[in-house]
């Protein structure tokens, strides 16, 4: 239905979900989508495995520094405008502290920068799609992430530490451990992986 009607696979997947879900159909419910949460995190992993799969290294030689710098230079700009705003709507919410405020515009800047690998690197695998702006998309999309993963895990730790926001304690170390671990971890499993998958 989805090539009836000229959209990618993703779109239609999301308009069935809000068809069915609470806010049309209800057919699946609040508390139906609660316990369907594992089989979220388990479909959701398997997709980003595959789309790691896309990042082959005949595409990985064709990446420049030059690509790099844009994604870097487009995501400093990114989090300089979505800061601001946000600093500013906040501006006018008189029950939030500046600490709060702060906390709250910082976290949505660095969100920013993740641009839904999922959906799109999932476009760009269903058609197929090649070529210098994809090639360019893709490490905008990598260097996004890592930036808003980074991004994000640092602020967590750092309000934690000011007392801004409630954490378990502990020290800075670990905090650091906790954010390497988070990116390498995660990439020295996947590596693993797909070295297993690959000789299998």
Sequence with gaps: SAHYFRIPQVTAFILVGFILGPSVANLISKEMALQFSIINEIALGLILFNIGGEFHRGLLKKVTRLHVKHSVIMATILIMVVFSICLIFAYFTPELSWEHKLAFSAFLAFIATSSAPPTTLLVIKELNSKGPLTQSIMVHLAVGTIIALTGTHSMTFL???????????????????????????SLVVGLILGFLLSVW
Excluded at 169 to 175: C, G, K, T, V
Aim: avoid cysteine; glycine fraction near 12%; aromatic fraction near 14%.
């Design 159 to 185: 309000f934690q530490d000011l007392g801004i926001w409630s954490g378990r304690e502990s020290n800075i170390l670990m905090h650091i451990f906790l954010l390497v671990w988070s990116l390498v971890g």
